[in-house]
């Protein structure tokens, strides 16, 4: 076990040490949307609505920390990643590495946890400021973890996936933008026709969005959707390790 | 004499087009071995074949005694790569680029600086460890790469065209480099564009064409299997023809015997002669 976590170390160091070089250049790019959203839709649109029982504000702030563990953690490892393996090639050398494909997996999701740790924090930390209805629980903790994890682990399978970089792009355009706004981080999927909320249920951010929204207002815990969500990160994960033992990359 | 790489029957398709097509190869411990073909002709993908970095559809592959399929951690022990391309990190320093190569290697951490630093200090990196990749010249960014493949200290170095664009310090710093590691007992795998270079380095040669070996030997005996003298002519038609001959009597009489020719060459045949009959193209082109 002890040599499974130092090969994720190992595997995650210069990725660590690429985010200290690029620290403030980084945050700020990983928390300017979300800070934009809640602008925007928090006291610009929200003023004054509540939303199931509640302020606006403190309805949206758990979704946007949502999905701004998508955006960070899936945009740090795909993009980094993408690059890493067909551009500077330097994926190639990790893969000639005597190492596990799982602790592959592992170290190559860690940039995105750890931005997508630090951004949601900043961007939850700012709600707890600007409304007393919202609370940081040890089951928030563990929900946003998990959900880095899942996203990050997206990324790594879009990154190893893609063809080229415009793949990338496509990919972005057509999946993590989609969920940005559907998945139940701006509105509760109630108010849409149940067929359409039958597809964002089978999308990881809306079980991420309910989630984080019931474990940070004290509303009771959806725990179908925690296993749903860790169902997705588990998914994500194996398909990367399959990809990587298989040097389908 | 025992071998360390043995690829057997070894196919590698990409769609219909095979781009290794039921190759057999045998390297030894302790030499250079080169491996030479025209473009596409197979070199860099079973250079990646062997190195674990691309799957294959048949046959087997074993480094070391090792079969890469079934015990890819250790045979990934005992190689070291340098890729055609150079493949670090460009977003880090040169030392951290080393370090992660050490780290990833499980090179325990009391020698990892100290094997960098001797290393680094070998190919006249010191002054530029704490660059970042991106500002270094080619040749610069080729001798991390170079550090970085050999901290593990492999018993069997891949060198994939790995002077291609490196001026002539440079190139024959990376000649010193090869047979020094060969005098300490690394076995060399070298692909390359330039005869002169295998010729000047290795002691046996493999060429491939079209996925297949169709000749292997040392350089010697591949140009004593053409004919050991050559005669280069450059006829009435404008087109410089080429025979061969056992001796260079027979060469001699040969050459007098030709009659409305510009320019005649008598010479000892090379391994370029070999490479262009063999495979019916030039080394750099087709």
Redesign the interface.
């Known amino acids: 076990m002890i040599g499974f976590l130092?090969e994720i170390?190992?595997?995650s160091?210069?990725d660590l040490?690429?985010m200290r070089?690029?620290f403030v250049e980084l945050l700020s790019s990983s928390i300017m949307g979300p800070l934009l959203y809640l602008l925007a839709f928090g006291f610009g649109l929200g003023a004054g609505m509540t939303q199931e029982g509640v302020p606006y504000i403190a309805f949206i702030i758990p979704g946007i920390a949502a999905l701004t563990s998508l955006s960070a953690s899936f945009s740090s490892t795909a993009a980094r990643l993408n690059v890493?393996r067909l551009y500077?090639?330097?994926f190639?050398?990790?893969?000639?590495?005597?190492?596990?494909p799982s602790a592959i997996v592992f170290g190559k999701s860690m940039l995105g946890v750890v931005r997508g740790m630090i951004s949601s924090s900043i961007i939850f930390a700012i709600g707890l400021v600007l409304t007393p209805e919202l609370s940081i629980t040890p089951l928030y903790v563990i929900v946003i973890l998990i959900s880095c994890f899942t996203f990050s682990f997206l990324g790594v399978a879009a990154a190893l996936l893609a063809k080229s970089h415009a793949s990338m792009a496509t990919f972005s355009s057509l999946i993590v933008l989609p969920m940005t706004f559907l998945c139940g981080t701006f509105f509760s999927l109630s108010n849409l026709p149940s067929a359409v909320q039958t597809v964002l249920y089978a999308l990881p951010l809306t079980h991420s969005s309910i989630t984080l929204r019931a474990a940070s207002l004290g509303w009771d815990f959806p725990w179908i959707s925690l296993a749903a969500l860790m169902a997705f990160a588990i998914a994500f994960f194996l398909i990367n390790r399959h990809l990587i033992r298989?040097?389908?990359v | 004499m025992s071998e360390i790489i043995i690829v057997e029957g070894v196919v590698k398709k990409y769609g219909d087009r095979a781009a290794v097509n039921g190759l057999d190869l045998r390297v030894n411990e302790g030499e250079i071995f080169g491996f030479l073909g025209p473009n596409g002709a197979g070199k860099t993908t079973t250079v990646r074949v062997i190195s674990t970095l691309t799957d294959y559809s048949e046959g087997s592959v074993s480094v070391g005694g090792h079969d890469i399929l079934k015990d890819p951690k250790e045979a990934k022990k005992l190689m070291g790569v340098i890729q055609q391309h150079i493949s670090l990190d460009t977003d880090l320093t040169v030392r951290e680029n080393m370090m992660h190569h050490a780290m990833m290697h499980k090179i325990p951490k009391s020698e990892r600086m100290r094997r960098i630093n001797e290393l680094a200090d070998y190919v006249g990196l010191d002054e530029y460890m704490d660059k970042m990749i991106n500002t270094l010249s080619g040749g610069w960014k080729k001798r991390a790469a170079t550090v970085c493949s050999l901290l593990h200290k492999p018993k069997v170095l891949f060198l994939d065209e790995p002077t291609v664009g490196l001026d002539v310090q440079a190139r024959r710093l990376l000649w010193d480099i090869i047979r020094k590691l060969n005098d300490n007992g690394t076995t060399i795998f070298l692909t390359s564009h330039y005869i002169e270079e295998v010729e000047a380095l290795c002691d046996r040669v493999g060429i491939i064409n079209d996925g297949k070996l169709i000749a292997l030997g040392t350089p010697s005996e591949l140009c004593n299997k053409l004919g050991s003298t050559a005669v280069e002519y450059y006829g009435a038609d404008n087109k410089t023809e080429y025979k061969y001959f056992t001796s260079r009597e027979e060469a001699n009489e040969f050459a007098s015997s030709l009659g409305d020719v510009k320019t005649v060459i008598i010479r000892n045949t090379n391994l370029e002669d070999c490479f262009v009959e063999l495979t019916g193209k030039s080394v750099s082109g087709p």
Do not use: G, I
């Open positions: 130092k170390y190992y595997v160091w210069a040490r690429f070089h690029n890493q500077y090639r330097s190639d050398e990790m893969m000639m590495c005597p190492l596990s298989t040097k389908k």
